[in-house]
């Protein structure tokens, strides 16, 4: 239980005591020391349902106050808040159960399990993965973390565009690099894919099939063409992933729904309910119904079906695989796409609720203060992999989720390069360094260091420390704020404000050079403090580096 938990509690309990039911009490840190270490504004919620000031529904609750673990210093009422200044052995209760939780420390098993999937990136298989796509893969890996957290079980799945004149013109574009390679004559399409990675599949697809493609109808060549660039085109994209630091549990093709028959079924489905009619030579989706702007077409008049309806295809197969819970994280391009697929979802017959889509918005690279637009070998984009190249998984990874999903990212190339404290991620890893540096030196020195785990804590005392505790403390909450409100770059600026109070505490306090009993207690907040951060970055996917 948190600090914050446990003077909630307290309030829970007076208001009970006189009679007021209440189930919702936040308790935060203060702004300044003067102001106590925590306060509540449960008064000023209460006021207006009791019709009575805050002052005198403050005065209420802490007259009524019990402290069973006497934790508590002093309580005063300032401006109708209720503020709590807690005795020092507070605050080693945070070291102790850190200590004993290490890696688990704000882990729940609230999910107990639920079976989830989080569907994201999902490329179309035409070209290499942009740096969009980094930033929807950061996002969506770094949620299922999260799931993973609080004790979910959660299937990562990637959906693989594979049908479409996208992917016939990827063929049409390979078949004329591969013309031009072997000086045939050739005409490119208006249309086609123009960047240097079609001659990069074009050089691979004359060594596999040789002359004897040419020796084939159009029609079965282009077929063969088709599947093996986009073959070689998904295995550029896993191995990009992979070494961005994501794994997929399932690659689900749109192939597999036609071959299923699951666009038939789902459009039957919809069709029993009384949600299809004709119009225009065309059979609509009634989505207005369901609360959508317009009606959508599902059979176009030439009698092929749309994107939209394999998209309701492919959702109804995940609740048939046994989903609770399905989150799609899509780009800013697929925003009017949410009220649709929320409607399709409630006419199969499902709960829309358990739908869940998260849009995040487009990222502008820079360097040197000047927007970088085109890519060396796509053309039209800078590739992911061009971006791990140059700064790393690991910058890559906490600058893609270090701004809200809802707000456009500027990424700076050259920022996420500085080896410097200026740099978020470097700041952060550069604490989680010292912490080891420290126990290194304290190996070489022969101090006995499992004695911190049982050592007098009552020796933490300086205002450094209680700080660094207390941001400590915020851990939990901060992690379940982040995952509920699905705010990843709320767990990156909580490591940000953990490293500097780290920083402020290691360069103003002696550690290893102070008597035994100081010098335990303070190894005792610096194995706390390194044990925090790295499970923060354990979450987002970035790694903790012992030297730097």
């Known amino acids: 239980m948190t600090l914050k938990r446990y003077l909630a509690d307290r309030i829970l309990d007076a208001l009970n005591k006189i009679n007021i039911k209440f189930t919702e009490v936040l308790v935060d840190r203060t702004q300044s ?29 802490v007259g ?16 109708g808040f209720i503020n709590f200044f807690l005795k020092e052995k507070a605050f080693h209760l945070v070291i102790k159960e850190i200590i004993k939780e290490k890696e688990n420390y704000g882990r729940s098993n609230e999910g107990k399990g639920e079976k989830i999937q989080i569907e994201f990136v999902s490329a179309n298989p035409s070209g290499p993965l942009h740096v969009g796509n980094g930033r929807g893969g950061a996002l969506g890996d770094v949620l299922a973390n999260m799931f993973e957290w609080f004790g979910y079980k959660v299937e990562r799945e990637f959906y693989v ?12 574009s390979v078949e004329a690099r591969m013309k031009e390679l072997l000086g045939m004559p050739f005409e490119f399409p208006e249309d086609g894919y123009h960047g240097e990675y079609i001659k990069d599949i074009a050089k691979l697809a004359v060594e596999k099939f040789g002359n004897d ?41 749109e192939s597999s729904l036609h071959k299923k028959g699951l666009l038939k079924e789902a459009f039957e489905i919809l069709k029993a309910g009384g949600y299809t009619y004709e119009k225009d030579g065309a059979v609509w989706f009634a989505s207005t119904r369901f609360g959508d702007e317009k009606d959508r077409v599902l059979i176009k008049s030439d009698g092929s079906s749309t994107y939209f309806l ?71 984009m800078v590739t992911l992999r061009e971006l ?89 909450d901060i992690l379940r704020n982040a995952f509920y409100n699905r705010a990843p770059h709320r767990l990156t ?14 360069n103003s306090l002696r550690i290893l050079q102070e008597e035994e009993s100081v010098m335990y207690a303070r190894m005792a907040l610096v194995f706390a403090t390194q044990q925090v951060i ?7 996917g970035v790694s903790a580096p012992e030297k730097m």
């Open 388 to 476: 791990l190249d140059e700064v790393g998984k690991d910058a890559a990874r906490y600058f893609f989720v270090m701004r809200d999903p809802n707000s456009q990212l500027d990424f700076d190339i050259d920022l996420a390069k500085t080896q410097s404290t200026n740099n978020p991620v470097y700041y952060v890893q550069y604490a989680f360094a010292r912490c080891c540096s420290l126990f290194k030196q304290a190996e070489v020195r022969k101090i006995e260091t499992e004695k911190m785990f049982n050592c007098d804590l009552s020796y933490l005392k300086d205002p450094l420390e209680i700080e660094l505790i207390i941001t400590l403390e915020d851990f939990p």
């Open 493 to 506: 600026f909580y490591l940000e404000s953990l490293a500097k109070s780290f920083h402020s505490f290691y």
């Open 213 to 253: 493609i040419w020796n084939l109808p159009q029609e079965e060549r282009l077929e063969r063409l088709k599947e093996f660039a986009k073959d070689t085109i998904l295995e550029w994209q896993r191995e990009d992933l992979e070494d961005f630091g994501i794994r997929f549990d399932c690659w689900y093709k």
């Open 310 to 380: 394999a998209d309701i295809a492919y959702h109804l197969d995940k609740y048939r695989r046994g989903f609770s819970r399905i989150i799609d994280i899509w780009g800013a391009d697929h925003h009017g796409h949410v009220p649709r697929m929320k409607a399709s979802v409630e006419a199969l017959g499902y709960d829309p609720n358990t739908l869940e889509l998260i849009i995040y918005q487009i990222v502008h690279l820079f360097r040197g203060g000047s927007a970088v637009r085109m890519s060396k070998r796509a053309g039209e």
């Open 161 to 172: 565009n594979d049908m479409g004149t996208q992917m016939n013109l990827l063929a049409l």
């Open 64 to 79: 009524n106050l019990t402290d069973p673990s006497e934790l508590i210093d002093k309580v005063e009422i300032k401006n």
């Open 534 to 540: 790295k499970n923060g970055l354990d979450i987002i």
């Open 33 to 61: 020391p003067e102001f106590g270490h925590y306060a509540s504004s449960v008064s000023f919620n209460l006021s207006k349902i009791l019709k009575k000031s805050p002052y005198e529904i403050a005065k209420d609750i």
